[in-house]
Structures are given as structure tokens and as C-alpha cells.
């Protein structure tokens, strides 16, 4: 049974357009849900993360919104550049631990000049 | 890559030989994963360490083993390897599984099991 559920699975964005993944969850006891930026050949790197008390959390051009009573958070990425070409995971952690952490299936970002 | 180093980088072996992939830190983390990647599953939890000799399973950890005798390494074995566990390996470590964990990732390991 797939916990969190990631969309889409590729996306292509020119740039100066904004990107826009999606992410849902099903265990309403997921308290952490943090974004992993993967570029190829490398390991994925955190890249932002959220709490559920808060709605949105803003890191420069990276924006997660969280809707708790959807079950769903997304990440936005403003003003996207050629340089977030990438493969994106959201993932959700039960009552914090890591060994907990629960990852999405991953979209890969593309960028056009 | 945080000080960690996985080895080998790739890897090619035949169904039924054992493989052993090696995770290395210079981080002195407590806390030490092994995840596979696959296309279309995203990041899977095969096995966890949380200090020496301290281990336990994650969600696909039938097939694997894993050892801790150091706080720097954390060893994966496929005992006899097969076909699907071609994939590719991340060791990832942190220094505690708490509140405002992250995880620190390794370059990852490409094995391919012929």
C-alpha cells in the first residue's frame, strides 16, 4: 500500500514558468514532510521541509504548500531554471523518525531554456 | 556528499553470487540506512542501524543482511543475488531520528545482477 502518492511523474516547464508537484498522503499521523532534490548520478538532498501546524513554508524560489485536511502538500518552484532540471520526492515521516520516512515515487523535472 | 562513501560506484554479477556494497562515514553519525532505487517505486528502505551492531529492517529487506562492527561502516549483503535486485543502492546516515531529521545521501552504488 502506497503511503504517499506523487504527481505527476515527469513534468516540463520553460523557464521562468513555475513548477508545480503534488503530493497525498494517507496516514493522518505523518507529522513531517520534507522535499528531496535529486540530480542524475547523485544521492537525493533535502530540500526543504514542513510541519503540519504550519500552511506554507517559503525557502527562496521553493514554496511547499500544506493542506492538512486534504491530506495533500505540494512544492512550488517560482521562477524555475534549466538548474532544477532534477528529479523531485516528497516524503512523510510517522512521529518523526527517519527510519519512518516514507518517500513519493518521484517526478523529474525538466527545465527548458 | 557529507562524507560518505559508498563502494563499490557499480557493480555487474551473476544470479546466485554473493555482493557485498560498502558505506563509509567520516561524520561520526549514529544513525545509518541502506535504500534501493527503482524506477517507478521511488526510495525503499532495505535495512537501518541505529549504532553498532544495532540493525533492523526496513520495508524490502528480504534477500539483504547487513552488519555494523564500526560506527563508520555499514555493510549491505545479497547473499545470492538475483535478477530483481538489480537496482540502485544509497547508503544515507543521520545523527538522530527525532524531530528535524534529515538525511544525508551517498553517491549510490549501480548493481546489475545478470
Known amino acids: 500500500q502506497q503511503q504517499v502518492k506523487q504527481s505527476p511523474q515527469s513534468l516540463i516547464v520553460q523557464k521562468g514558468g513555475i513548477s508545480i508537484i503534488n503530493c497525498a498522503y494517507e496516514n493522518t499521523a505523518f507529522d513531517y514532510f520534507p522535499w528531496y532534490q535529486q540530480f542524475p548520478g547523485k544521492g537525493p538532498a533535502l530540500l526543504i521541509a514542513?510541519?503540519?501546524?504550519?500552511s506554507e513554508k517559503k525557502e527562496g524560489r521553493f514554496t511547499i504548500s500544506f493542506n492538512k485536511s486534504a491530506k495533500q502538500f505540494s512544492l512550488h518552484i517560482m521562477d524555475s531554471q534549466p538548474g532544477d532540471s532534477a528529479t523531485y520526492f516528497c516524503a512523510a515521516s510517522l512521529q518523526g523518525g527517519s527510519e519512518k520516512l516514507v518517500f513519493g515515487k518521484g517526478t523529474k523535472l525538466t527545465v527548458n531554456p | 556528499d557529507a562524507g560518505i562513501t559508498q563502494s563499490p560506484r557499480h557493480k555487474v554479477t551473476e544470479t546466485g553470487t554473493p555482493v557485498t556494497l560498502r558505506c563509509h562515514q567520516t561524520?561520526?553519525?549514529?544513525?545509518m540506512y541502506w535504500y534501493r532505487q527503482d524506477p517507478g517505486h521511488g526510495l525503499r528502505l532495505i535495512h537501518y542501524s541505529y549504532g553498532v551492531k544495532d540493525t533492523d529492517k526496513g520495508e524490502v529487506s528480504d534477500g539483504y543482511s547487513v552488519s555494523r562492527s564500526k560506527t563508520e561502516d555499514f555493510l549491505l549483503t545479497l547473499e545470492s543475488a538475483t535478477s530483481s535486485q538489480t537496482s540502485v543502492y544509497f547508503c544515507?546516515?543521520?545523527?538522530?531520528?527525532?524531530?528535524?531529521?534529515?538525511?544525508?545521501f551517498g553517491s549510490g552504488t549501480q548493481l546489475s545482477v545478470l
Open positions: 514542513i510541519r503540519p501546524d504550519v
Open positions: 561524520e561520526n553519525h549514529r544513525y
Open positions: 544515507a546516515i543521520s545523527p538522530t531520528t527525532g524531530l528535524n531529521e534529515k538525511l544525508f
